[in-house]
């Protein structure tokens, strides 16, 4: 039961005691909806979706912590992920004596991170694009309305982007 068919029922403060006698109101009207249990089948599609986003966020965060260090020394890239790449050959690079050796380290570290977490997202992508569910696999019936995985169109306007801007390359101070 969702809920938020229970809330007209809390008569007072909320606590675990006075949720447990809403619920019990609650489940006594007549008029009350109930919310289909999941199969395990589908909580572990939703376990795999979910996890896919966490991964893409911690991504994100993980690519805005690179720019941000190196903005820091004042190692700029363009925009997308020939920029990030390009900033990581710029850390990787021992002969560059814009970057101290800790900061190095640190944005090494970062983009072993990174790698990792691209390798996972890659995967649970396969996973989902080949249908590893066991619910499809046995035909199920859990519907899927998209069947384009629309991430993958999220690169493409990057290389349309970077042509059209003319930076190419990494910028540094001097």
Not at 6 to 21: L, S, T
Not at 45 to 59: A, D, E, G, V, Y
Not at 125 to 149: F, N
Request: glycine share 8%; net charge positive.
């Amino acid at each position: 039961m969702p809920p938020a068919y229970v809330k007209p029922y809390v008569k007072r403060h909320k606590n675990d005691a006075v949720d447990a006698e809403a619920i019990c109101e609650a489940v006594t009207r007549a008029n009350m909806r109930f919310v289909a249990t999941k199969t395990p089948e589908q909580q572990s599609c939703l376990t795999l979706h979910r996890t896919r986003h966490l991964f893409i966020r911690q991504q994100t965060s993980v690519i805005n912590a690179i720019r941000a260090h190196l903005a820091e020394f004042g190692i700029v890239a363009p925009v997308g992920r020939h920029g990030v790449e390009q900033l990581l050959g710029v850390a990787a690079d021992s002969n560059d004596k814009w970057l101290p050796e800790v900061a190095r380290v640190c944005v090494a570290a970062l983009g072993a991170q990174l790698r990792m977490l691209k390798a996972q997202i890659l995967e649970f992508d396969r996973m989902i694009g080949l249908g590893s569910d066991p619910a499809r696999q046995a035909g199920g019936s859990t519907t899927y309305r998209v069947s384009v995985q629309p991430w993958r169109l999220l690169w493409l306007p990057a290389s349309l982007i970077r042509g059209l801007s003319g930076r190419e390359g990494t910028s540094r101070p001097g």
